[in-house]
């Protein structure tokens, strides 16, 4: 009883760097003054959302970018954007009165807040429960992650870090057989989103990130 007490314990305890992550990447907020982004992109990312909560869906073509021909939209992930304005959707069940600006703004938290506990699980895995405490700790006010996820900087870095931490648990069992509990954790996600987080779709949108002007 003593050891599963002891289990819990630990295991609130990453609640301590998630809180220390959020409190840090939220000071940003105030400065955005509810219509403000953190570099260029992210006006980007946040008019597409708001084409797919008007629309749908995106054009096929972006008249916008690589004028005159417009960029063609149908030959890279835009998974970015469809995110930002499916949260938008599922807050606005529950506060009306938020504004896209804000799912914006915090998206880029929450994508670092799954970041930070796929970490922390694959970390348990393979180096124990105090390595990964440790290990989320550090992550949570590192210095080089920390710039690409604040709050109003809702571009695909942060996503990256999910997906890129994410793919980890479908590889990590084939090269070591005897962790294969790994697998039943990812399968555990919804449908769907053990492709996303392994293999192919990943490297391409990772690519695009790199990529995309």
């Not at 960029?71 to 835009?78: A, E, G, Y």
């Amino acid at each position: 009883m003593k050891l599963i007490r002891l289990f819990k314990i630990l295991h609130l305890a990453l609640f301590i760097p998630l809180l220390i992550s959020i409190s840090l990447r939220l000071q940003s907020l105030p400065s955005l003054e509810g219509r403000f982004f953190i570099g260029t992109d992210p006006y980007r990312f946040f008019r597409q959302a708001q084409i797919i909560l008007q629309s749908g869906k995106l054009p096929k073509v972006d008249d916008m970018r690589w004028i005159p021909p417009g960029r063609d939209l149908s030959k890279h992930l835009n998974l970015n954007s469809y995110l930002i304005a499916y949260l938008h959707r599922l807050i606005l069940l529950f506060r009306p009165s938020t504004s896209l600006h804000t799912t914006a703004s915090i998206y880029p938290l929450i994508c670092f807040s799954i970041f930070l506990i796929l970490f922390f699980l694959l970390v348990e895995e393979i180096l124990g429960l105090k390595s990964a405490l440790l290990s989320s700790f550090l992550a949570s006010i590192s210095p080089f992650l920390l710039p690409r996820s604040m709050a109003g900087f809702p571009d695909r870095d942060s996503l990256c870090l999910a997906l890129s931490t994410g793919s980890l648990f479908e590889i990590y069992p084939l090269i070591s057989p005897q962790k294969a509990s790994l697998r039943p954790r990812c399968r555990a996600l919804p449908d769907g989103a053990g492709d996303e987080l392994g293999g192919k779709r990943h490297f391409q949108l990772c690519y695009h990130h790199l990529h995309d002007p």
